[in-house]
């Protein structure tokens, strides 16, 4: 049993888990009486670990595990906000797809919080290379923003990956905005550029799941190496 680091388990089992739980925008767990399903850890002494996947079939099995329990699916918004908060505060690790093998990864919270990070700016960029546009909320002062929860009063451009990303999250603060398309290259070439000269940065699929805020250098970079990856390649005399 092994303690892992997001580093350690990068390709690995946690990678796997925050892509599918990142496209579902939804992580399973149990409930139990005494709360979600957890078992003692083996690799911290006196600790526990909590237990989630990225299917409700990969959670079914440990049911009878677990008397009077239930599965239970929790929105990947409420796991940055909520759960992952209260793992910290409760020195928990978390298991990721748990099937109590001997070489099982047991997380500790922040390494769960970077692979899901990781796999949103993924997802984001390959979303919106792939349908060609970025989807922001306006009004006729111009583009919304939020701010940074660093606590630094950044400011933050919140972008989505799609029209219907956008509209789940127009609520009453945002209920008189407008939801307006941009074209990727034109988001890429202009409003990114934008961006960095005015010091702001990105929130990415804002309100959807665990916060990701980017540079908008380092978007830029993520959007290019996507576009040369399926860029046709030139035939050869």
């Known amino acids: 049993m092994q303690l892992a680091s997001g580093r350690e388990t990068l390709g690995g089992g946690l990678d796997r888990f925050a892509r599918r739980v990142t496209w579902a925008r939804t992580v399973w767990t149990i409930s139990t009486p005494k709360g979600l399903a957890r078992v003692p850890s083996r690799a911290r002494l006196g600790c526990e670990v909590n237990l989630f996947w990225s299917g409700a079939d990969l959670a079914e099995p440990w049911l009878s595990r677990f008397p009077q329990s239930r599965i ?17 505060q409760l020195n928990r ?3 990721c797809d748990w099937v109590a093998g001997a070489h099982e990864n047991e997380l500790d919270p922040s390494a769960l919080e970077d692979g899901l990070r990781r796999a949103a700016i ?4 390959g979303e919106v290379r792939a ?6 909320l306006e009004d006729d ?3 919304a923003f939020a701010a940074s929860q660093d606590g630094r009063g950044k400011l933050l451009l919140p972008c989505w990956s799609s029209r219907a990303g956008v509209e789940t999250v127009c609520n009453e603060f945002w209920r008189d905005m407008m939801v307006s398309a941009i074209d990727s290259d034109r988001f890429c070439d202009r ?13 990415l699929n804002h309100g959807l799941g665990v916060p990701v805020e980017a540079s908008p250098s380092n978007l830029a970079g993520r959007m290019k190496i996507i576009k040369s990856a ?4 030139a035939a050869i005399a």
């Not at 993924?122 to 960029?125: D, G, I, N, P, S």
């Not at 409003?191 to 990105?202: C, V």
């Not at 399926?230 to 390649?233: E, L, Q």
């Open 122 to 125: 993924a997802t984001f960029a």
């Open 93 to 95: 690790l978390a298991g």
């Open 72 to 88: 239970n699916p929790i929105w990947l918004r409420d796991i940055g906000a909520d759960v992952l908060p209260k793992l910290h």
């Open 131 to 136: 349908k060609g546009t970025v989807w922001v």
């Open 230 to 233: 399926r860029a046709p390649r």
């Open 141 to 143: 002062a111009g583009p």
């Open 191 to 203: 409003t990114l550029a934008w961006l960095g000269d005015i010091g702001r940065g990105l929130s």
